[in-house]
């Protein structure tokens, strides 16, 4: 069974840091693209950051460019969102996800194949 595992989320002050991880199991991720989403309290779920299969192309949305990494682990099996200087307006539930078959880095929704329950992020004083 594929499972996509996220962990790391928490209250923080604004200005703080936060790492989430996400780790797969059930089968070999290193060859899947990867992404994290996120879903603000009352909004609809919107990009991150994604990774490509290979690991050598990353992108980022506009609002987080700067402030987050996204790495992956050698074995391709666990992800990372490193998340720096967070904001009141970064609260929100984050999903990570797995891209079977699309190249490069995949920024749509619609394209992932595999998602995690997400946890959640709360950015407040």
């Known amino acids: 069974q594929v499972q996509l595992v996220e962990s790391g989320g928490g209250l923080v002050q604004p200005g703080g840091s936060l790492r989430l991880s996400c780790a797969a199991s059930?089968?070999?991720?290193?060859?899947?693209?990867m992404g994290w989403f996120r879903q603000p309290p009352g909004k609809e779920r919107e990009f991150v950051a994604a990774?490509?299969?290979?690991?050598?192309?990353?992108g980022y949305a506009d609002s987080v460019k700067g402030r987050f990494t996204f790495s992956r682990d050698s074995a391709g099996n666990t992800v990372y969102l490193q998340m720096n200087s967070l904001k009141p307006e970064d609260t929100a539930v984050y999903y990570c996800?797995?891209?079977?078959?699309?190249?490069?880095?995949?920024?749509?929704?619609?394209?992932?194949?595999?998602w995690g329950q997400g946890t959640q992020v709360a950015v407040s004083s």
């Open positions: 996800a797995a891209a079977r078959g699309v190249p490069g880095t995949v920024v749509a929704a619609r394209d992932y194949d595999y």
């Open positions: 059930g089968r070999t991720f290193s060859n899947y693209g």
């Open positions: 990774i490509s299969r290979s690991g050598g192309s990353i």
